[in-house]
């Protein structure tokens, strides 16, 4: 098993754990948690978020960007700028849970 197989099992696991237990609440915490370490080169590396206390270099500010949950899975599928795409490593299941998470900490509309 490569890390990349593993990293997805276990994030993937969590999710489905996580939407089992407390949905709203639970799928906060997964978006958090795949943001400060789930995807490789993780969120928090880059870009700075209050809520999940990433003061990140060189990415968007993201409190201050407050994308909406469409912009932030487009931006994870395909990359942009010098952001990769995640669409190889993350599961569209973790790339909505990112996306909602991202758009929902920042207040975007």
Known sequence: MTRKS???????????LAMATAPAQAADEVGRQLFNKGSSPACAVC??????????????ILDDLKPGADRVATALR????????????????????????VSTATGAK
Request: glycine fraction near 16%.
């Open 6 to 16: 593993a990293m997805r099992g276990m994030s993937t696991g969590l999710f489905l």
């Open 47 to 60: 870009h700075t978020l209050k809520d999940a206390g990433a003061d990140g270099q060189g990415g968007p």
């Open 78 to 101: 395909n990359g942009i700028g010098y952001m990769p795409a995640y669409k190889d490593s993350l599961t569209e299941e973790q790339i909505q849970a990112l996306a909602r998470y």
